[in-house]
């Protein structure tokens, strides 16, 4: 009886999360930019993930640097990072010791965030597909609408994502985002 009541609760939770994804497919989504420390996001994203059941056996390497800002909703820009992470928790599901290696490169203007694991990888076959709304490599689990949403979001941020993979060696997503611009003092003192 209590697992039917879980049955019952999980199968709840996943149309909440269709719902709620279905919504942000069909309407605008509004940023409210600030400034943003990329490690501290990352940071809280992986005390959630820490919570899925399939994250317990997973190895997460985390290099970032500490101090790297970018203007962006926290919010959304969060959604994206525990969307990438779950993912690769997924896709590690059955390898004998999973990893997921999370690293931040800043160059010029941009930040690189960079998320791997060592799972299944996808085939390039899939690879063309992989943003399209409704998409899923996950049998009956995925609703498609992760990466199409993640991929919407970092381009409201001025971002590019991209995908490497290789079928049972892993995959690794490439975000790109603008760096939060310092203005100095001598900008604010010729701007009045």
Same mark, same amino acid.
């Given at each position: 009886?209590?697992?039917?009541?879980?049955?019952?609760? /999980?199968?709840? %939770? *996943?149309?909440?999360?269709?719902?709620?994804?279905?919504?942000?497919? +069909?309407?605008?989504? $509004?940023?409210? #930019?600030?400034?943003?420390?990329?490690?501290?996001?990352?940071?809280?994203?992986?005390?959630?993930?820490?919570?899925?059941?399939?994250?317990?056996?997973?190895?997460?390497?985390?290099?970032?640097?500490?101090?790297?800002?970018?203007?962006?909703?926290?919010?959304?820009?969060?959604?994206?990072?525990?969307?990438?992470?779950? /993912?690769?928790? %997924? *896709?590690?599901?059955?390898?004998?010791?999973?990893?997921?290696?999370? +690293?931040?490169?800043? $160059?010029?203007? #941009?930040?690189?965030?960079?998320?791997?694991?060592?799972?299944?990888?996808?085939?390039?076959?899939?690879?063309?597909?992989?943003?399209?709304?409704?998409?899923?490599?996950?049998?009956?689990?995925?609703?498609?609408?992760?990466?199409?949403?993640?991929?919407?979001?970092?381009?409201?941020?001025?971002?590019?994502?991209?995908?490497?993979?290789?079928?049972?060696?892993?995959?690794?997503?490439?975000?790109?985002?603008?760096?939060?611009?310092?203005?100095?003092?001598?900008?604010?003192?010729?701007?009045?």
């Amino acid at each position: 009886e209590a697992n039917s009541l879980e049955i019952v609760l /999980n199968r709840i %939770e *996943a149309l909440e999360d269709l719902l709620n994804s279905l919504k942000d497919l +069909s309407r605008p989504i $509004q940023l409210t #930019r600030r400034k943003l420390t990329l490690w501290k996001l990352v940071d809280s994203v992986l005390l959630d993930v820490a919570e899925l059941p399939q994250a317990k056996a997973i190895i997460i390497e985390a290099d970032f640097p500490k101090t790297a800002s970018c203007m962006g909703d926290g919010h959304w820009l969060k959604r994206v990072i525990y969307n990438l992470i779950r /993912n690769a928790s %997924e *896709a590690t599901a059955k390898v004998e010791e999973p990893r997921i290696a999370i +690293s931040g490169n800043v $160059q010029g203007d #941009r930040i690189e965030l960079s998320i791997s694991d060592n799972g299944c990888g996808i085939s390039e076959e899939n690879m063309t597909c992989l943003f399209e709304p409704f998409f899923s490599t996950k049998a009956d689990a995925g609703t498609g609408l992760g990466l199409s949403i993640s991929q919407r979001i970092i381009k409201l941020h001025g971002g590019n994502i991209r995908v490497k993979s290789e079928v049972g060696k892993g995959t690794t997503f490439k975000l790109d985002l603008p760096l939060a611009q310092e203005i100095t003092s001598q900008e604010t003192s010729s701007s009045s």
